[in-house]
């Protein structure tokens, strides 16, 4: 952007300033919601499906593994015994397994198949 324009557009800024339309806008003086927040691999595409009011399902198989796994402890911390939190640990590692094997649509995983037996530890100790 040239000078001459960069002056236009401040000038523009600064007399809406004075106007006042920068008073009351939402959010103003508040901290930017997940500034202090990590920035995962996928973040732009986790702006655009909450921005989009998207779910899990709007993203390729591959994100979506991931998304589970980072959500797994919430997950199993909505189960009550420790079957469900078994069978849940199983059905998502065999959804990884079939990923890791056969092609998958989205960037490759990062990730292997869960430990389940320390998956159950991590849970037992969350409740404790």
């Known amino acids: 952007m040239s000078d001459r324009r960069l002056r236009g557009v401040e000038r523009q800024i600064s007399e809406a300033e004075a106007r006042g339309e920068f008073k009351n806008l939402p959010g103003a ?10 920035l995962h691999e996928d973040w732009w595409l986790r702006q655009q499906a909450t921005r989009e009011n998207m779910g899990l399902d709007a993203l390729p198989p591959a994100l979506r593994l991931a998304r589970e796994v980072e959500d797994l402890p919430q997950t199993l911390d909505a189960l009550d015994g420790e079957a469900a939190v078994r069978e849940a640990v199983a059905a998502l590692n065999a959804r990884i397994k079939r990923a890791l094997i056969g092609p998958v649509d989205g960037p490759p ?18 409740r404790a």
Do not use: H, N, Q, S
Not at 31 to 37: C, F, K, L, R, V
Not at 114 to 123: F, G, K, N, Y
């Open 29 to 38: 003086g508040k901290p930017i919601p997940g500034m202090d927040a990590p």
């Open 109 to 126: 995983l990062r990730f292997g198949l869960l430990d389940a037996e320390a998956t159950v530890t991590a849970w037992r100790e969350r």
